[in-house]
């Protein structure tokens, strides 16, 4: 592929990634109406499944580049699950920002896992 071609598909994959991990933040923090951030730990888990999934298939150099940094990248979001978790500890919920932090690395590991099991049945 061109470089153009790859800097377009970028663009064009991240943003739909980027739309989509809107949709579905605001969709589960809506359903779900609590002051802990399931949005963004939905959004997390299922693109560490995803890419956990991408990560053992085989793709051209090209297409993992924009399956992965390109789609994956711009649908998940470490800087608000940071952000999420410091605003919880400035309002002394002590309980959920540490329970933030670790049930995202605990199922965000058993997710790239469980995506790479997956992609391995294939």
Do not use: C
């Amino acid at each position: 592929m061109t470089t153009l071609l790859v800097w377009l598909g970028v663009m064009l994959i991240g943003g739909l990634g980027s739309v989509l991990r809107f949709l579905v933040d605001r969709t589960v923090a809506h359903r779900m109406a609590r002051p802990f951030p399931y949005g963004t730990l939905t959004v997390n888990i299922t693109g560490a499944a995803l890419l956990g999934f991408l990560g053992d298939l085989a793709l051209p150099k090209d297409m993992a580049l924009l399956a992965g940094t390109a789609f994956v990248g711009a649908y998940t979001t470490f800087s608000t699950w940071m952000l999420e978790t410091q605003r919880l500890s400035e309002e002394r919920q002590l309980l959920p920002a540490f329970a933030n932090l670790a049930v995202s690395v605990v199922l965000g590991l058993a997710a790239v896992v469980l995506g790479q099991r997956i992609a391995g049945l294939i």
